[in-house]
């Protein structure tokens, strides 16, 4: 079975930092990018990074560069995002997804076809 | 950013009706435009990309119309599995950008 699980969220003070987990099984994860979307509390989706097969190319919303940092071990079929100098409104539920990015018209296209079941992280005093 | 903008935010459909949900980007994004859908508390559901491509396994219920700055998502006979919030996510250009959500919720 494909499969995605999240790990690492929880309470973390302003200023804190976090590492989340993404267990990949049941296709072969080094043929996939990866990529992270987060949902805040009642609000909807917005995604955060994505990284290549072999990590030599990521992209990252302007809101989180400098702060996170998406990486991957593909001989432990695991993506990570380290979250640093938290904020309030990084608090969200955060999803690892599949992503079968292609190249059209030169540039890359993202399509998410495999979803974990998300971490919760919550930045409060 | 590229900002996509759905309408309407919510609606109300009774189980058979036809539904449609409409996405703008503000700027031209091609064809450059997928659909997820999410159930409360779940993780979303991917249903078309390339703004008419029918992901496999997804019902023939759902299609997608659309290109430029103006798309639509079609539930052509709405069942009750169907009623979540729908997001449209742009494709064209860094950062990925998803429409604020549309609801659909039973009348």
């Known amino acids: 079975e494909v499969q995605l699980v999240e790990s690492g969220g929880g309470l973390v003070q302003p200023g804190g930092s976090l590492r989340l987990s993404c267990a990949a099984s049941g296709f072969t994860f080094s043929n996939y990018w990866m990529t992270w979307v987060r949902q805040t509390p009642g609000k909807g989706l917005e995604w955060v990074a994505n990284?290549?097969?072999?990590?030599?190319?990521?992209h990252y919303v302007d809101s989180v560069k400098g702060r996170f940092t998406i990486s991957r071990d593909n001989a432990k079929n695991s993506l990570y995002l380290e979250m640093n100098s938290l904020r309030a409104e990084d608090t969200a539920v955060y999803y690892c997804?599949?992503?079968?990015?292609?190249?059209?018209?030169?540039?890359?296209?993202?399509?998410?076809?495999?979803w974990g079941q998300g971490t919760k992280v919550a930045v409060s005093s | 950013a590229i900002q996509m903008t759905q309408s309407p935010s919510s609606l109300s459909a009774s189980v058979g009706e036809r539904v449609t949900v409409t996405c703008r980007a503000s700027?031209?994004?091609?064809?450059?435009l997928g659909w997820y859908q999410q159930k409360p508390g779940k993780a979303p559901k991917l249903l078309i990309y390339a703004a008419s491509s029918l992901q496999g396994g997804v019902s023939s219920r759902f299609s997608g119309s659309g290109s430029g700055t103006d798309f639509t998502l079609t539930i052509s006979r709405l069942q009750p599995e169907d009623f979540a919030t729908y997001y449209c996510l742009q494709d064209y250009s860094y950062p990925r950008t998803f429409g604020q959500g549309t609801k659909v919720e039973i009348k």
């Open positions: 997804a599949r992503d079968l990015n292609y190249v059209d018209r030169g540039g890359n296209k993202d399509v998410f076809d495999i």
């Open positions: 990284i290549k097969e072999d990590g030599g190319e990521k």
């Open positions: 700027q031209d994004i091609l064809n450059d």
